[in-house]
């Protein structure tokens, strides 16, 4: 039997802590074939991003056209985008092969813009470019960082009905930066809003927790739940995820990916 199969493009991140790597091994935590289109390489530790090497933009392109033409993904992730070329030809590459609204495979959009260490991972001029693509997503996943950046404000509700303007289906407003003892996100498509709570765990160690949150809600679609199911089960797997992170190296440490307790199962009737 195939498994279900999921793409992210997205960043590779050297310390093996989020990007890419993140989104690989959330994937295989949920038993979900993982696939890539690689939008950068990045020189990252868990102290800092030294350096960004961008991919040719048709590049990006070909890697997202060979994995759609050969192992058809049931949804799609992106996550560090780099430029406005880049997301140019993403853009281009989604609407070819029917990726995210007015298509049939959902898109999760993670706006990322800098490292948790403050670093950039997206040109500043790429802006416009980023939020003229959330028209294609089925959910945008900002941190309140992001929210700040693109919509100038922090307030998870205020933000959600800016974000929604821009055109996609839900909005989901991350809290993890936020204070207090719970770590709060709000999954809104203007009129149904569901609060996702969980308890906020007391540890440094949350470097790659976004993508690991958006790669598990990818996961979930491409096995055929809604959003809203989705979004469930990805928030109790990064709830666990930070519970199982770990120091390594001098700086922030990853959140751990053990095996799903929600896994993806695939139904085959036999023909
Ligand atoms: N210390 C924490 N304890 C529990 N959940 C957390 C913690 N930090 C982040 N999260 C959760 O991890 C996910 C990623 O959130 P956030 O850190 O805001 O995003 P990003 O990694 O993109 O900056 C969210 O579901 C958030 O609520
Ligand atoms: C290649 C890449 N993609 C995404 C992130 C964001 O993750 P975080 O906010 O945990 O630093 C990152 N640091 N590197």
């Given at each position: 039997m195939s498994p279900v199969v999921a793409l992210t493009v997205a960043g590779s991140d050297s310390g093996g802590g989020a990007g890419l790597q993140a989104d690989l091994h959330t994937f295989a935590a949920f038993g979900v074939h993982g696939t890539t289109a690689v939008t950068a390489v990045t020189v990252q530790n868990t102290v800092a991003v030294s350096a960004v090497h961008e991919i040719p933009p048709h590049l990006v392109g070909e890697q997202i056209r060979v994995v759609m033409e050969?192992?058809?993904?049931?949804a799609v992730k992106t996550g560090m985008l780099a430029s406005a070329p880049i997301i140019q030809a993403i853009s281009d590459a989604f609407r070819r092969h029917g990726i995210g609204r007015g298509g049939t495979i959902p898109l999760v959009l993670?706006?990322?813009?800098?490292?948790?260490?403050?670093?950039?991972?997206?040109?500043?001029?790429?802006l416009a470019e980023l939020k003229a693509m959330?028209?294609?997503?089925t959910v945008v996943t900002p941190n309140l960082d992001e929210t700040q950046l693109l919509?100038?404000?922090?307030?998870q509700r205020a933000a959600a009905r800016a974000l929604l303007e821009l055109g996609p289906q839900y909005a989901l407003v991350k809290g993890g930066h936020d204070s207090g003892p719970r770590s709060r996100d709000l999954l809104t498509d203007g009129s149904t809003e569901l609060w996702l709570d969980a308890a906020r765990i007391d540890?440094?160690?949350?470097?790659g927790s976004g993508d690991t949150l958006g790669a598990a809600i990818t996961a979930r679609l491409a096995g055929g739940d809604t959003l809203a199911e989705a979004a469930a089960v990805a928030k109790r797997y990064v709830t666990t995820a930070v519970a199982t992170s770990y120091s390594v190296g001098a700086g922030h440490g990853p959140v751990g990916h053990p095996p799903a307790a929600e896994p993806v199962v695939r139904v085959e009737v036999p023909s």
């Open positions: 050969d192992l058809r993904p049931g993670d706006p990322v813009c800098a490292s948790m260490h403050g670093n950039p991972l997206l040109r500043p001029d790429a959330f028209a294609l997503a919509v100038g404000t922090r307030d540890t440094g160690n949350t470097h």
